[in-house]
């Protein structure tokens, strides 16, 4: 886990849709902090600050250390955004108070490796589907990850890789893998013929079915050559 990012916001005493409308104008984004057996906090946030925080991919699954009104910050972790449908705009935003050795549950990315490495790409002409970007797990929060890694070298055309092929740092579990379960394990990324490679192998067989086709006449005439 990579250090702690550092999050300023204000305390907010005025609630409600109106209020939050009127933040969102003076380029504030209210958001909450709770959690920890405590009173939920109503926060602002700076836009141009939060677009900021959300270009950093570990933004969503680090620990955040969250200071308001200059106060010692507080261990938290990000639960959510709100963004407007088609503006660049964050409407609001939940942190979670972190407590120590307490089990957390987030989502963290998925790091793919060497995938212009990979056999099925490099030597096969395949291509690699991504169904999954991210995983939901659960660890103390000294064990959170950055991300999981994925290493693609040796995968060929019609290998995928599960859930179960994940490799966990110490402490994280997964929390959509159930034991026993064989439906839960989902495969987050493959390895698939491309368009390309499909069409060269159509052809192929199409000119030896050709080819195939051109011997059969002649084979048949000989047979008659030697009846006579």
């Known amino acids: 886990m990579s250090d702690d990012i550092n999050v300023q916001a204000t305390s907010r005493s005025v609630l409600g849709k109106g209020a939050s409308r009127r933040l969102r104008r003076e380029n504030l984004v209210p958001g909450i902090l709770y959690g920890a057996d405590e009173d939920p906090q109503p926060i602002n946030l700076k836009h141009n600050e ?52 307490a089990e957390l549950t987030l989502t963290v990315a998925l790091n793919f490796l060497n995938e212009e490495a990979c056999y099925g790409v490099k030597t096969e002409g395949g291509m690699i589907t991504h169904n999954e970007s991210e995983v939901a797990i659960a660890c103390l929060p000294r064990h959170i990850p950055d991300n999981i890694e994925i290493d693609m070298t040796d995968l060929k055309i019609g290998d995928s890789i599960h859930l179960s092929d994940l490799k966990l740092p110490e402490g994280v579990r997964l929390t959509d893998l159930i034991e026993g379960d064989d439906d839960s394990d989902r495969a987050v990324a493959s390895v698939i013929a491309s368009r390309k490679t499909l069409e060269e192998e159509d052809e192929a067989a199409a000119e030896a079915a050709e080819v195939a086709a051109a011997a059969e006449p002649a084979e048949g005439a000989d047979e008659n050559k030697d009846d006579d």
Do not use: T, W
């Open 50 to 101: 939060v677009l900021k925080y959300l270009q950093n991919d570990q933004f969503y699954s680090n620990l955040l250390m969250v200071s308001v009104d200059g106060k010692e910050p507080v261990r938290s972790v990000l639960r959510d955004v709100q963004r407007h449908p088609y503006k660049q705009q964050i409407l609001h935003l939940d942190f979670q108070r972190v407590v120590a050795g």
